[in-house]
């Protein structure tokens, strides 16, 4: 069964203070990793998606990156309107299913 | 971008009554829509997936009876939660997969909260 954990639950930053979001997860065949931003009472909106290993993508300051057993969601200098829960999911071979995490609560405090 | 829209964004509902929400796209074909239902603090679980033309394909423990899927075309589907009661007050989400991208998930709608009193 695909399983995905994301750490830490919730994380508060300084205005600017750069900082990393973890989603480590097991599948049997990985089609595809999500990186998704969900603000209170609105669906998810989509980042990122990574395919293999090595594979980074940026988006402002926002960056993630993919190895065979985790991915990271880099953070540079965030501001407050980063302030949201980011959410992780990943998508097996055999099937068209999403697995999420529980997600990560971000505060960015002016 | 793709723009998946939602309806309604919140309902309150009495015990044992009906509830529909819709899930749009609204500037592409849709061939599959997935719903699921978040609860608080935990993660989006997959309810079903739905095919354009086709009966949905419902996860395991959730009552196709009692979530009434229908995908009768390529922009629309729709969830109807039937005698509803307080246990189904969550936060209920679609997602549309464009014709030609195989991304499961990458178009959500806002959501709808569900209360049923």
Known sequence: ?110 | GAVVSQHPSWVICKSGTSVKIECRSLDFQATTMFWYRQFPKQSLMLMATSNEGSKATYEQGVEKDKFLINHASLTLSTLTVTSAHPEDSSFYICSAREVRNSAPGAFFGQGTRLTVV
Do not use: M
């Open chain 1, 1 to 110: 069964e695909d399983q995905v954990t994301q750490s830490p639950e919730a994380l508060r930053l300084q205005e600017g203070e750069s900082s990393s979001l973890n989603c480590s997860y097991t599948v049997s065949g990985l089609r595809g990793l999500f990186w998704y931003r969900q603000d209170p009472g609105k669906g998810p909106e989509f980042l990122f998606t990574l395919y293999s290993a090595g594979e980074e993508k940026e988006k402002e300051r926002l960056k993630a990156t993919l190895t065979k057993k985790e991915s990271f969601l880099h953070i540079t200098a965030p501001k407050p309107e980063d302030s949201a829960t980011y959410l992780c999911a990943v998508q097996n071979f055999g099937n068209e299913k999403l697995t999420f995490g529980t997600g990560t609560r971000l505060t960015i405090i002016p």
